[in-house]
């Protein structure tokens, strides 16, 4: 059985909203390991922020 990820968003592990999904294959056997949530526009923006906000931490270096 393929498992089943989540979005990794200000730190945390966040499901998906969008109920849709995408399957990641392996190249190898052509199985499927893995779906993965594909992200709505809120969830693409709140990631965009944070990344935004980490990069400014990050540029403190």
Excluded: C, Y
Excluded at 17 to 37: H, I, K
Aim: hydrophobic share 45%; proline share 3%; charged share 25%.
């Amino acid at each position: 059985m393929a498992r089943e990820l989540t979005h990794f968003i200000g730190g945390k592990h966040v499901a998906g909203t969008s109920g849709q999904f995408g399957d990641v294959f392996d190249p190898n056997t052509g199985e499927v390991q893995a779906r993965v949530p594909l992200a709505d526009v809120s969830e693409v923006e709140a990631a965009i922020a944070d990344a935004e906000q980490a990069q400014r931490e990050w540029a403190k270096w």
